[in-house]
């Protein structure tokens, strides 16, 4: 799998984003999709205001601004809502650590994993990194047809609610160029 256009894909649908926000999901996210489902994992997070470390309390009442607001509304919706900030060196510090942990839970999750093709790959990534595993799990055929190598029916199979139409395509022709690269 090639990290690099990984990352490119991510940031195109996912954005890199260095403050706190609401994903349409509703939970609170900061970075190239990276999820904090509660106050203590911001913390782990380096988290600056302007150019100090900011403090617990600093990052734990930007995390309850953002979580009590509605969700659904685009990234700059929240901005105004936190003073904690991610810089970007760290946001691709980031990125690159959740890539690596989806890519070892799909190595784990499917055996075959180094032999599927690269964009079979990808396209599995993006879906593992968009829904989680749970998420992905939800989809049998799809699993199936990637299992068999079937990339074919795993493009047919792979679209997923409340994403936009251009992520699900472009999913599919990643699946559909798999096929085509055997």
Known sequence: MNRQQVLARLVLFEGSVNHMYRCTGGEVTAGVGHAIPVSGDALRLD?????????A????????????????MLPSHYEPLSVCR????????????????V????????????????????????????LGMAGLRKFPKLLAAVTAGDWATAAAECERQGISP??????AALFRSASESE
């Open 166 to 171: 251009a992520r699900n395509e472009a999913t």
């Open 103 to 130: 890519e070892a839970a799909l190595t784990r999750a499917f055996p075959a994993w180094h032999s599927y093709p690269e964009p079979g790959q990808e396209a599995l990534f993006d879906m593992a990194f968009n």
């Open 57 to 72: 309390l600093e990052i734990s009442s930007d995390f309850a601004s953002v979580r009590a607001a509605a969700k659904g």
């Open 86 to 101: 991610l810089s970007e060196n760290f946001l691709t510090q980031l990125a690159n650590e959740d890539i690596a942990a």
């Open 47 to 55: 988290w600056q205001i302007n150019g100090r470390k900011a403090s």
